[in-house]
C-alpha cells in the first residue's frame, strides 16, 4: 500500500513556493470584503477566487500530477488549508480539490481518474462528495443512499444531507450502500430522478444542499469503497484541522491588536489581566491546534503507527481551539464585535460550522480514546 | 582560561555532561556574573557537576513580587553581612552555596537596590529549616539567614543591579522547566507518566462515557504540549529561537491538575482512602496536592499568564504601584 495515492512527494522548496504563491492569492484576492460578497452571491462561493487557485495548480489538491492535479500530500494541504481557514476561503477547496479529487485518487479507477480528474483540476467542472446522511454524523452508518444494480447499470434511492457545495457541484460522487458494502457514484448534476435543495447556512462561507435520489442513474466508481472513503476522510479531516488552526491563529491575532489600540479607563484594554490572562490561555490553544494538525499530517504522510490517533486528536482539538478562540474573541472585543460589519462573528460561524463538518468533537474525543485503547492492547 | 567561556561553551559542556537544570543554571550565572577568582575557583567543578547548590529567592514576602525580597545585605569586614529570611529553598541542606538576592539600597526603587550574591552555606548564621508540604512531603525548606558572611569577591555582577543577575538564572530555569515538559511524544499511553486508561480498566469504569471523555481530554492535553515541544525544537533548530517553551509550564499545570482529576473520577469513593494499603487512591490524592507544585512553583499560572501576555504577545505591563518608589516607602516595607 502506497502512503501517498498522488505519487512522489513534492520537495521542500516547491512546497514553500506553492504556499507563498497561495499566501499573496489569498492577501491580493480573498478579502473579507471579498468573503462576504462571495458568501451573499447567487453562487455561493468566490468564482473569480477559484479560477485563479485553479489557474495555480490547487484545485485539484489531492490529486495525482499526472491527471492535472496538485500532487499535494497531507502536510501541504494541512499547511495550504491553515492560509485558507484564516482568510475564512469562500471557495470549494475542501469539496472539490480534497474530498472529491482526494476520493477519485484512492479509487482504483484509473479510467475514471483519466476522465474526471482533469477538468477538477482546471476548475471547469466543481466536484464534490455526498457522503453522511440526515443524522450528520459522518460515520458509515449513516449513509442512506442505497444502489440498486440492474444488469452494469446502478440507480441510487435515499437522502443525503449536509452536501457542501451540493448545489453548485457540476458532479457528484456519492457514497451508497450496494449489495451490503459502501461504494461511490458518479452522478451527473443533471440526472434525471435527483432532487438538489440549497439550504440556508449558519456559516453563510459554506453552501451545502440536501439531495434526495429517486432512482437516479450512476456508475460505479471502481474501488473506492469503505478504505478508500477512510482515506480520504483522513486527508479531509487534516484539511479541516489545518483549517482550524489557521482560522484560529487569525481572530486570534485580530483580537490581539485590538486589545493593543482600544482605550478604556485611559488605558489599552489589553493591560486588564481579565484579559491578558484570556488571551495566554487562548494562545496556548491556538500554539496547540498548530501543534496538532501540522502533527497529524506529517504521521499521514509518513504512514505512521500513530497516524490515526493523531488525526482523532487533531479533529477535536482544533475544532475545540477554533471554537473557544472564536467565541473569546467576540467577548473579548464587546460590542463592536456584536455588529454584523465586524469580521469576529465570521470566524465564529466558520468555527462553530467547522466544528460539525465531518462530525462532532465528542465522536472524534471518543475515537481518539479507541484509537490509543488499540495501541495500547 | 575560564573568562574566555562564552555562553556558548559553557553550554557545550553542560550538554557533553547532561548537566541537570539547577548545575545549568549555576554554571551560565557563574559564568556570566562572578568575579575572576570565582569563576577560577567554581568552574571547573560545576563543569564537571560537581558543586550543590541552593536558590534564595524567595521570602514569605516576596512571592509572585519578587523585586520586592527584604533580606539585607551591609558592607562588612572582609565582604558583605547577609540577615533574612528565605522560602522555598530546596537543597538547602546539602547545598555548598546559595544564589541569593538581597536588598543592598532601600532608598532605590525596589528592582535597582538588589545585589545577588553566591552565599556560602555551611556556616553558623545559616539555618536551615524543613518545610513541611501538603502531601507530607518535605523537599522545600526555609532558610534563616543571621549575619551570614559573604566573601567580597562572591558578589555577583555590580552592587544593585541583581535584578538582571536573577532574571538571567530565571531565563536558564525556565528553559529548563520547558525541556522537563517535553516529554517524548506519546504514540500510545504506554508513554504517559500515569497510565490513565489502565487505571480505568482495572477498575471497571472504561466503559462509562463521562470517565471516556474526561480520559480523552487529559491524555490529549499532554500529548498537545509534547506535539507543541516538538514544534518547539524544530523552531529552534530552523530559526534559534521559539515562544513555544514558555507556554509549557501553563499547559503542564493543566494536565497534572488534570491528571489527578481523572484518576479521582476513575477511583470515586475509593479516593477517600489513602495510604499505601490503598496505592491507587494514594496516588491520586498525592498527585491531587503535588499538582500545584507546578501551577505555583517557579511563578504562579497567574504570573505566567502576565508573562506570556507581556513578553510573547506585546500586551501592556501590569501597573506596579511601588516600582519608581524608594524602596523604603514600598508598602512591602511600611505595610
Not at chain 1, 502512503?3 to 489569498?26: C, K, M, T, W, Y
Not at chain 1, 479510467?111 to 477538477?120: C, F, G, S, T, V
Not at chain 2, 481523572?262 to 489513602?274: C, P, Q, W
Not at chain 2, 499560572?301 to 504577545?313: C, F, M, P, V
Amino acid at each position: 500500500m502506497t502512503a501517498n495515492p498522488v505519487g512522489a512527494p513534492i520537495d521542500h522548496e516547491d512546497q514553500a513556493a506553492i504556499r507563498e504563491s497561495f499566501r499573496r492569492l489569498l492577501a491580493d484576492h480573498g478579502s473579507e470584503v471579498a468573503v462576504r460578497r462571495a458568501s451573499e452571491s447567487d453562487t455561493g462561493y468566490d468564482t473569480g477566487l477559484w479560477r485563479r487557485i485553479s489557474a495555480l495548480g490547487l484545485a485539484a489538491l489531492a490529486a495525482p500530477v499526472e491527471h492535472g492535479g496538485a500532487g499535494a500530500g497531507p502536510v501541504l494541504i494541512e499547511s495550504l488549508m491553515e492560509a485558507a481557514g484564516a482568510a475564512l476561503l469562500c471557495a470549494p477547496l475542501l469539496s472539490s480539490g480534497v474530498l472529491a479529487a482526494g476520493l477519485l485518487a484512492n479509487s482504483a479507477d484509473e479510467a475514471a481518474k483519466a476522465r474526471l480528474l482533469p477538468p477538477i483540476a482546471s476548475g471547469e467542472r466543481l466536484a464534490t462528495v455526498a457522503l453522511t446522511g440526515e443524522r450528520g454524523l459522518w460515520t458509515p452508518d449513516d449513509v442512506t443512499v442505497v444502489a440498486v444494480r440492474s444488469g452494469d447499470a446502478w440507480r441510487l434511492d435515499g437522502v443525503a444531507a449536509f452536501v457542501t457545495h451540493g448545489a453548485q457541484a457540476d458532479l457528484l460522487l456519492v457514497v451508497a450502500r450496494a449489495e451490503g458494502d459502501l461504494q461511490t457514484f458518479e452522478v451527473a448534476a443533471d440526472a434525471a430522478g435527483m432532487r438538489r435543495e440549497s439550504l440556508k447556512t449558519f456559516d453563510r462561507t459554506q453552501p451545502m444542499a440536501r439531495i434526495t435520489f429517486e432512482g437516479a442513474p450512476a456508475s460505479l466508481i471502481a474501488g473506492a469503497g469503505a478504505h478508500a472513503l477512510e482515506r480520504t476522510l483522513d486527508l479531509a479531516r487534516v484539511a479541516l484541522a489545518g483549517e482550524q488552526a489557521g482560522g484560529a491563529r487569525r481572530v486570534f491575532d485580530v483580537t490581539i491588536d485590538y486589545l493593543k489600540t482600544r482605550i478604556q479607563f485611559g488605558r489599552p484594554i489589553g493591560g486588564f489581566q481579565a484579559l491578558k490572562h484570556m488571551a495566554a490561555d487562548l494562545l496556548v490553544e491556538v500554539e496547540s491546534a498548530a501543534s496538532a494538525a501540522r502533527g497529524a499530517a506529517e504521521a499521514l504522510e509518513d504512514g505512521s503507527a500513530e497516524a490515526e490517533a493523531l488525526v482523532n486528536l487533531a479533529a477535536f482539538a482544533c475544532a475545540d481551539a477554533f471554537s473557544q478562540v472564536a467565541a473569546a474573541s467576540v467577548q473579548m472585543h464587546g460590542g463592536i464585535a456584536f455588529t454584523w460589519d465586524h469580521p469576529a462573528h465570521l470566524y465564529l460561524r466558520r468555527a462553530r460550522a467547522d466544528a460539525e463538518l465531518l462530525g462532532g468533537s465528542d465522536h472524534y474525543r471518543e475515537r481518539y480514546l479507541s484509537a490509543l485503547e488499540a495501541a495500547h492492547v | 582560561m575560564s573568562d574566555d567561556l562564552s555562553p556558548t561553551d559553557v553550554q557545550a559542556q553542560l550538554d557533553a555532561n547532561a548537566a541537570d537544570t539547577m548545575t545549568r543554571i549555576f554554571a551560565h550565572t557563574v559564568a556570566a556574573f562572578g568575579t575572576e577568582a570565582v569563576k577560577q575557583a567554581l568552574l571547573p567543578r560545576l563543569l564537571a557537576g560537581g558543586i550543590p547548590f541552593c536558590l534564595l529567592y524567595s521570602e514569605p514576602g516576596a512571592g509572585s513580587d519578587l523585586a520586592s525580597v527584604r533580606t539585607r545585605a551591609e558592607r562588612a569586614e572582609g565582604g558583605w553581612r547577609i540577615t533574612g529570611q528565605k522560602v522555598w529553598t530546596s537543597g538547602a541542606q546539602t547545598a555548598e552555596f546559595g544564589l541569593l538576592l538581597a536588598r543592598t539600597d532601600w532608598d532605590a526603587p525596589k528592582h535597582k537596590g538588589l545585589s545577588a550574591f553566591l552565599t556560602p552555606m555551611r556556616q553558623a548564621g545559616v539555618d536551615v529549616r524543613p518545610l513541611c508540604q501538603i502531601t507530607g512531603e518535605r523537599h522545600f525548606n526555609e532558610v534563616f539567614i543571621d549575619g551570614a558572611l559573604v566573601p567580597a569577591d562572591h558578589l555577583l555582577g555590580q552592587v544593585n543591579e541583581g535584578w538582571k543577575v536573577l532574571q538571567s538564572a530565571l531565563g536558564y530555569e525556565r528553559v529548563g522547566m520547558g525541556a522537563g515538559a517535553s516529554e517524548r511524544r506519546p504514540g500510545s499511553v504506554g508513554d504517559n507518566r500515569v497510565d490513565l486508561i489502565a487505571l480505568a480498566h482495572g477498575r471497571g469504569r472504561l466503559a462509562d462515557p463521562l470517565i471516556r471523555h474526561q480520559l480523552a481530554q487529559a491524555i490529549a492535553w499532554r500529548q498537545l504540549n509534547a506535539l507543541n515541544m516538538d514544534r518547539a525544537r524544530a523552531e529552534i533548530t530552523a530559526s534559534g529561537a521559539s515562544s513555544l517553551p514558555s507556554l509549557g509550564k501553563l499547559a503542564m499545570s493543566r494536565i497534572l491538575h488534570g491528571d489527578a482529576r481523572v484518576m479521582t473520577a476513575i477511583l470515586g469513593a475509593a479516593s477517600l482512602l489513602d495510604g499505601p494499603e490503598q496505592p491507587d487512591a494514594e496516588d491520586a490524592n498525592y498527585r491531587a496536592l503535588h499538582a500545584y507544585m507546578t501551577s505555583i512553583g517557579g511563578g504562579t499560572d497567574q504570573i505566567q499568564r502576565n508573562i506570556i501576555a507581556e513578553r510573547i504577545l506585546g500586551l501592556p505591563r501590569e501597573h506596579e504601584a511601588d516600582r519608581e518608589l524608594p524602596f523604603r516607602e514600598s508598602r512591602a516595607v511600611i505595610g
